[in-house]
């Protein structure tokens, strides 16, 4: 069946340093794929997006590229800020079934 | 646009009791899925209703159910609640069609048994 994988967490960084957190896919077909943020005490917020091969999402410093050949979609910042602490769960979508299958998440704590 | 509302934010139940939550997504969002957050399982997906019809469903057990009405508004039942069952409900709204099927959450209900 479909599944994603993400990097065990927590992730300790400090300010200004590069994030990669990895994400790859087991999918039949053709996914979306997504990158969402839950910050503390709130809900899920969509982050970035990318609806196919090749295609690279990006927002508030994010970025992440859809790769089809190596099924993955690490999300990366250049230089992360302590409000980025957060839990980062890498998702996809058929668009066959509308539903969204998750990955575990990965904790970031940013130490300034 | 108003985001995704949910209600109550916070309950507390008995083991055996039933509840409903609700969710009102965004408006002229057709498409309302359901999510259960656990500490242990993670993000495990309940059910998805598009114009009032389950279009999808996770593997969870009958006591839990949804609707759907005609204004997109959802709502959550989980009856015979048993201890398992508190977990943070989350509510996803989407217009739910082939190109434009993004979810936006709200900030969901947390729900203890005890």
Redesign the interface.
Known sequence: GNSVTQMEGPVTLSEEAFLTINCTYTATGYP?L?W?VQYPG?????LL?ATKADDKGSNKGFEATYRKETTSFHLEKGSVQVSDSAVY?CAL?M?S??????G??TKLIIKP | KAG?TQTPRYLIKTRGQQVTLSCSPISGHR?V?W?QQTPGQ????LF?Y?SETQ??K?NFPGRFSGRQFSNSRSEMNVSTLELGDSALY?C?S?P?T?NS????????TRLTVT
């Open positions: 979306s997504f969402y709130e809900g899920l917020q969509l997006k769960f979508l668009d079934n509308y539903q969204l299958i998750w575990a998440g | 995704v498409s899925s999510y993670g993000l495990q997906f998805e598009f279009r999808n996770g989350l996803a989407s739910g082939s099927y993004e979810q936006y959450f709200g900030p969901g």
